[in-house]
């Protein structure tokens, strides 16, 4: 895996083989745990914070993704207005202040993870999309409209009828640099980092108090060798199990997979283009995410990722599912009609991974054992910057002060819930195939998209 195999890759912490207690514990490893811990010490350098990885830090989600790191918090303004059109302006507001924020953490600490400011460019591949990046620009007066010869300029694919260049609101980032760095940091600001130790079960022993008092007691966090016992919990455990048995419905996996080509000779690099290092992305629903990247002795490589978005029966996870032959073959069929001037280039990595996917497309959070334990997921393929402003809502909401983050109604409400076996997977496969067809007629969506818009499982980014 591209990203994961990487001389840069730190040691593995220690499992926990002690019982221990803390102020705060963090279960889960990937960026929302990671952040968590890391903003919980700035907050407070004294509070003694413990974080719990079952594998080690960053190798799901968090380091198996395309390194798109966006302001959006919504999964893309539109999703935005339509689940939440009353604070979709603030969310926007919020979110670009989030990405500013990471990216001054980063520059604060020196986390190296090639971070490249270098915005993202949306290609219209089929002639009825222009009109829609027309309207997109007129709405974003930081973007750029571009003609089909400007955008071929850039990057040269001879798909794009139009592009929109946006300046700001995404960078690009080493995801697995990025978590690793991120831990790096949480070490030197005084977590306790223990990995290979996965949480089995999480309970509140209550301590008898006056009837005017807040509920008091800690939390249990048994491992298989230790136990924590914290104040508080954060639950950062995105796709797998949940710890909070009723928070369970509200996301499914749905493995998501991604080619790396090997590095581009001068030739190809030429003809290509791409000097500017975009991000590039189509506007269908089954869409592509495509960036570049620099291997550390500064050869050029492509990353093509997105299309297939593949659930399986029964919320299952498997270590098989991390490899898709179908999805790859299609990838690289689709790649060649990107970029038909590399026909000749082979891919040297491939890979897939499982996003938590809920019904409305981004984060939601809950909060339970009297105001102990909080939880957040469903970042559904946007997490990278996302996760930050989730860890600063789960430390909010475990202060027990009301503030700007926890009077949101997008951290009061949750998406609807998916339903059980067999309805999710056969809604899965009628949902995937509504939106194939609604590709193939220029965007129109048919009665069965229509019915999940007005149920509130819709999806427009």
């Given at each position: 895996m591209y990203w994961l195999d990487n001389p840069d890759k730190p040691a593995a912490q220690a499992p926990l083989h002690e019982d221990i207690t803390a102020d705060l514990a963090i279960v889960g490893g990937g960026y929302t745990g990671l952040w968590t811990a890391l903003i919980a010490k700035e907050r407070d350098p004294e509070r003694d914070v413990v974080l719990l990885e079952g594998s080690e830090c960053g190798w799901a989600a968090?380091?198996?993704?395309?390194?798109?790191?966006?302001?959006?918090?919504?999964?893309?303004?539109?999703?935005?207005?339509?689940?939440?059109?009353?604070?979709?302006?603030?969310?926007?507001?919020?979110?670009?202040?989030?990405?500013?924020e990471l990216i001054a953490t980063i520059?604060?600490?020196?986390?190296?993870?090639?971070?490249?400011?270098?915005?993202?460019?949306?290609?219209?591949?089929?002639?009825h999309q222009v009109a829609w990046l027309a309207e997109s620009a007129e709405a974003d007066g930081d973007s750029e409209l571009l003609k089909a010869p400007d955008v071929r300029q850039r990057i040269n694919t001879p798909l794009a009828h139009a592009g929109l260049a946006h300046r700001t609101g995404t960078v690009l980032v080493h995801p697995a640099k990025l978590a690793w760095g991120l831990k790096r940091v949480c070490l030197e600001l005084g977590v306790r980092i223990y990995e290979h130790t996965p949480v089995r079960s999480l309970r509140k022993i209550s301590?008898?108090?006056?009837?005017?008092?807040?509920?008091?007691?800690?939390?249990?966090?048994?491992?298989?060798?230790?136990?924590?016992?914290?104040?508080?919990?954060?639950?950062?455990?995105?796709?797998?199990?949940?710890?909070?048995?009723?928070?369970?419905?509200?996301?499914?996996?749905?493995?998501?997979?991604?080619?790396?080509?090997?590095?581009?000779?001068?030739?190809?690099?030429?003809?290509?283009?791409?000097?500017?290092?975009?991000g590039l992305a189509d506007l269908n629903n089954r869409f592509h995410y495509v960036r570049p990247t620099l291997d550390a002795d500064g050869k050029f490589r492509i990353l093509i990722g997105g299309y297939d978005a593949v659930y399986h029966f029964g919320w299952a996870m498997r270590s098989e599912y991390l490899n898709s032959e179908e999805t790859y073959v299609k990838l690289a069929k689709h790649f060649a009609a990107l970029f038909p001037d590399l026909d000749d280039v082979r891919f040297s990595h491939a890979w897939g991974g499982a996003i938590d996917t809920c019904s409305r497309f981004f984060s939601f959070f809950d909060l339970s054992h009297d105001g102990k334990v909080v939880h957040a997921a469903g970042f559904t393929g946007l997490g990278v910057g996302a996760?930050?402003?989730?860890?600063?809502?789960?430390?909010?909401?475990?202060?027990?002060?009301?503030?700007?983050?926890?009077?949101?109604?997008?951290?009061?409400?949750?998406?609807?819930?998916?339903?059980?076996?067999?309805?999710?997977?056969?809604?899965?496969?009628?949902?995937?195939?509504?939106?194939?067809?609604?590709?193939?007629?220029?965007?129109?969506?048919?009665?069965?998209?229509?019915?999940?818009?007005?149920?509130?499982?819709?999806?427009?980014?």
């Open positions: 968090s380091g198996r993704n395309g390194g798109f790191c966006e302001a959006s918090l919504t999964h893309g303004e539109s999703n935005g207005e339509k689940h939440l059109p009353a604070e979709n302006e603030k969310l926007t507001r919020l979110g670009d202040e989030n990405l500013e520059e604060r600490y020196n986390i190296d993870c090639d971070l490249t400011r270098s915005g993202m460019i949306e290609i219209a591949t089929e002639e301590t008898i108090q006056g009837p005017s008092e807040k509920p008091s007691g800690v939390v249990v966090l048994e491992t298989d060798n230790g136990t924590v016992h914290a104040n508080l919990v954060a639950l950062a455990t995105n796709i797998f199990p949940n710890l909070i048995r009723r928070n369970r419905l509200y996301t499914v996996p749905v493995y998501d997979y991604a080619l790396m080509t090997e590095p581009l000779t001068a030739a190809q690099r030429s003809a290509v283009g791409w000097a500017g290092m975009e996760t930050r402003f989730a860890a600063k809502v789960m430390l909010d909401l475990l202060s027990g002060e009301r503030t700007e983050l926890t009077e949101l109604e997008m951290v009061k409400k949750k998406p609807i819930p998916f339903p059980p076996e067999p309805i999710a997977w056969t809604g899965v496969k009628i949902t995937t195939a509504a939106m194939v067809r609604a590709d193939r007629r220029e965007g129109k969506r048919g009665p069965w998209l229509r019915v999940m818009d007005a149920v509130g499982m819709g999806f427009d980014s």
